[in-house]
């Protein structure tokens, strides 16, 4: 019965008119925003503002003959002061008159704006800035849009609906539901899938043919209230069969999919995606959550707008748990390969639970039983029988079933090689293949007996081989005038397109529904990653050995001061003994060389160890997380941000303990411990960011492992200490501005050299530096100040996190689009 909604007829153009005025209200906001700042800027600094900074610089610069420059604003736009007089004037602007050939020294702070004030320069002032407001206005509207697709309800989905013309659905609107007590007693309520001339071919290299995984012959139908089996050979094309059938083949540009399918016997476009529950051979799940929680918070983020009280959410998992016989297992986590928790077959049960959550009306599985004893097995199809005897329509691949398990299932479709074998009951197959010529001894099981029927011999006998693709040839020609006497379809019909579409804008919207809204989605995903943080409890103790052991063979190496702490009680004895000679020896110029290294040594790790979590864990996490986001879960927004928020405590607490162990033992510079954890925290962030980003673009672990190193080494390299600015080379440039190690590393040294003092005694390289600031002179980080620093680390981590989004995003899973079947193109 289809559900009268009156309602609905509005709700396509509602959501066209909210998303323009979201775009639009952003682009507005964007554009004023830069004008107002790009203005403010001009006007600030042709007026007060040039004065106030010519006055800091002139204080600055004071007793130094280096001209420094002061970054004011943006990358272009940079104030530049000289000692001699102080005169102040825009970097970006004198860049530009020293390609005109214009007199280099152009005006004092007051007279500034005067001198700039011919009129076509004026002009091209305004007109930069009004390019530039352009620009970022654009790069608003692309962010509203990315940010409208995947934050918004609907995004894509919705928008591939839309697509649908009003004029082609013929009332379709009409039989969309609400709410999920109304979809699923609407139209896919009770669903019959059918399919029928499915194909797919494997585009190969040149030269060589073509493979066909399927051979465009199969056909069938799964019927509500029945269990269909999907049988045959290892390679036969069973899992890309029920990947096919479902509208989940992964996009690839080899792959060419063909045929048809059907809903309630209405055609499908080739981009749908049945409405069902998709069960894959590898479950995947958060390793650390129990049973409950996994279920709690799926229940939460599907059904959260729907069942608003907590006891009708917990009646549910109660009854999902006692359903598929996980209730005792309710508080043992779900484990992994590593950790140990749940077995094998309640691993498949709890998936099973997870899909049944949004009570689908079909459930597809690939092969439900593998790896599992054949108690477990049974167990598990005793479960799916026990659904589809409650009106679900279950299509599975399975893989030699007892005969107990056999008996389950309704209906059969056996596949060799790629071609269609028999469609029909499980109660005719054994009578087909006798009647066939084919029959076999009664004590042998109809599974095992049909999949030897269809099964090729290989190696070795070649009679047996010739005799056995016979078999096959028959069969097969056989089985395809057999399925066409048993299923058929309208797909010959005319109004086939329409229906098609009808169909897929039906599907669209039912399915579109937010299981919860975005700021629960938020706080749920940022519980879950606090408590898989605090639950892996080995990775945190790992971590925390870690710092204290990098902190202890740093603090037993490395004596900075005159009043050494070390962890060698005899060394303190010694150094007290001695105290003058030691002492004079630890603070004299020689630690300059100490201090670089070990600040140096220090930022290496912290950007080693913070990365190389991320990128090793991330992508197993983003295995898992773009299912659920595929599955319309949740959003890419609210799980990254929840993400990214989540890890920062541990940062700050590593940091604490290795800054807390480190700092008395090398005696680092007394007074600058708080900036000291502040910037090796926010470089861990910094670094994590960038670990993120790499495991967000990376197509799996191994490609991020790989792409780590050359990274890392690029860090190093130009951390501002191996090779100065101007010797790099042009076309690298640009790494030094988002070196991570570099700014770490600039900003350790800042904070602990600036207002040192080094006595000239003791061994000593290079040219005499008596002060830290003379230090940093010589490795050319004078002229900045610890803001910059931390902005600049503050960008790192923003731009990270940015374009770790908007990877997640565009890494979203796509799928194949099914073509009409060759023969039918005309
Ligand atoms: N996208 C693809 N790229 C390359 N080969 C593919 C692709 N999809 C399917 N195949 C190939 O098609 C054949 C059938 O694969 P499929 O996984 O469907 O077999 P199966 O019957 O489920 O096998 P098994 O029972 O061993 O799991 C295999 O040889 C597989 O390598």
Redo the contacts with the bound molecule.
């Keep these: 019965m289809l559900l009268p909604h009156s309602h609905n007829r509005t709700s396509t153009q509602r959501w066209h008119s909210k998303r323009s005025l979201t775009l639009v209200t952003i682009a507005l906001l964007g554009s004023t925003l830069t004008s107002s700042t790009t203005s403010w800027f001009a006007s600030a600094q042709h007026q007060n503002v040039a004065g106030k900074f010519a006055s800091r610089a002139k204080l600055v610069d004071e007793g130094s003959t280096h001209k420094k420059k002061r970054k004011f604003f943006g990358g272009g736009n940079t104030i530049t002061s000289t000692t001699d007089d102080g005169e102040f004037r825009s970097y970006f602007w004198t860049r530009w008159r020293r390609r005109k050939g214009a007199p280099q020294h152009l005006s004092s702070a007051n007279g500034y704006y005067s001198s700039w004030t011919s009129s076509w320069e004026l002009v091209l002032v305004e007109s930069k800035l009004i390019l530039i407001s352009l620009i970022i206005s654009m790069i608003c509207v692309a962010f509203s849009w990315i940010w409208y697709s995947c934050f918004a309800d609907g995004g894509s989905r919705k928008e591939s609906a839309d697509n649908t013309k009003r004029e082609d659905l013929d009332g379709a609107e009409d039989l969309v539901c609400d709410t999920p007590e109304q979809l699923h007693s609407g139209f896919l309520q009770s669903v019959e899938v059918g399919f029928e001339d499915v194909g797919m071919v494997?585009k190969q290299k040149k030269g060589r043919p073509d493979r066909v995984?399927l051979d465009g012959s199969i056909r069938g139908v799964a019927r509500p209230g029945r269990m269909l089996a999907i049988m045959?050979p290892?390679?036969?094309?069973?899992?890309?069969?029920l990947h096919a059938i479902a509208g989940n083949v992964k996009d690839?540009k080899?792959?060419s999919l063909y045929g048809r399918r059907y809903i309630n016997n209405e055609s499908l476009t080739g981009d749908s995606r049945i409405p069902s529950a998709f069960i894959e051979q590898e479950a995947k799940f958060f390793p650390h959550m129990t049973v409950k929680e996994t279920l709690d918070f799926q229940v939460e983020l599907k059904m959260g707008s729907f069942l608003k009280k907590k006891v009708e959410r917990d009646a549910l998992v109660q009854d999902l748990m006692a359903q598929l016989g996980l209730t005792k297992s309710a508080n043992t986590i779900v484990g992994n390969a590593k950790v140990r928790g749940i077995s094998g077959g309640e691993r498949k049960r709890l998936s099973i639970a997870c899909e049944m959550i949004s009570s689908p009306s079909v459930i597809f599985l690939d092969?439900p039983t593998s790896g599992l004893d054949s108690y477990q097995a049974t167990q598990v199809i005793e479960t799916l029988r026990s659904l589809a005897d409650q009106g679900k329509t279950i299509v599975s691949?399975i893989?030699q079933p007892s005969q107990h398990t056999f008996q389950l299932f309704d209906d059969l479709l056996l596949l060799s090689e790629g071609r269609l074998m028999y469609f029909g009951e499980v109660s005719k197959v054994r009578q087909y293949m006798t009647e066939l010529g084919y029959g076999c001894e009664s004590e042998i099981g109809t599974a095992e007996h049909v999949l030897d029927c269809v099964s090729r011999v290989v190696g070795g006998d070649d009679e047996a081989e010739r005799l056995s693709m016979e078999r096959i040839e028959r069969i097969a020609s056989e089985a395809v005038n057999h399925a066409r006497q048993l299923v058929s379809f309208n797909g010959e019909d005319s109004t086939v397109k329409k229906s098609a579409k009808k169909t897929k804008h039906i599907i669209d919207k039912t399915s579109a529904h937010p299981g919860t809204n975005i700021f629960r989605q938020f706080r749920l995903l940022l519980e879950r990653s606090v408590q898989e943080l605090l639950r892996g409890k080995a990775a945190i103790f790992v971590k925390i050995v870690q710092q204290v052991s990098l902190g202890v063979i740093y603090g037993g190496i490395y004596s900075l001061g005159d009043d050494q702490v070390s962890i060698w009680s005899f060394y303190v004895y010694f150094q007290q003994l001695f105290h003058s000679s030691l002492t004079l020896c630890f603070s004299s110029k020689a630690s300059i060389m100490d201090r670089f290294g070990l600040l140096s040594l220090i930022i290496i790790g912290a950007t080693n160890m913070a990365m190389a979590g991320t990128v090793r864990s991330f992508p197993k996490e983003k295995a898992i997380v773009t299912g659920e986001i595929a599955s319309r879960m949740y959003r890419t927004g609210p799980y990254f941000i929840a993400k990214a928020i989540s890890e920062i405590p541990l940062i700050g607490l590593c940091n604490v303990i290795f800054g807390a162990i480190l700092y008395p033992l090398v005696n680092l510079q007394k007074g600058k411990l708080k900036n000291f954890l502040g910037l090796t925290s926010l470089h861990s962030l910094a670094s994590e960011g960038f670990g993120l980003l790499i495991g967000s673009v990376a197509p799996n672990s191994d490609v991020a492992l790989a792409l780590f190193p050359p990274i890392i080494v690029l860090n190093i390299i130009f951390d501002g200490k191996n090779i100065a600015e101007e010797n790099t080379p042009k076309l690298l440039r640009w790494v030094n501005k988002i070196g991570l190690i570099r700014w770490g590393f600039t900003g350790l040294a800042l904070n602990e050299f600036s207002g040192l003092e080094f006595r000239s005694s003791g061994p000593f390289r290079g040219p005499v530096a008596k002060t830290g600031e003379d230090a940093l002179a010589r490795f050319g980080m004078d002229g900045k100040s610890l803001n910059d620093l931390v902005r600049a680390q503050m960008t790192i981590v923003a731009g990270c996190w940015l374009l770790s989004f908007l990877g997640l995003s565009l890494t979203r899973q796509k799928f194949e689009v099914m073509m009409t079947p060759p023969d039918c193109n005309s």
Excluded: A, N, Y
């Excluded at 290892?234 to 069969?241: D, E, I, M, Q, V």
């Design positions: 494997l995984i045959g290892s390679g036969s094309g069973k899992s890309t069969l690839d080899k792959v092969e691949v893989h």
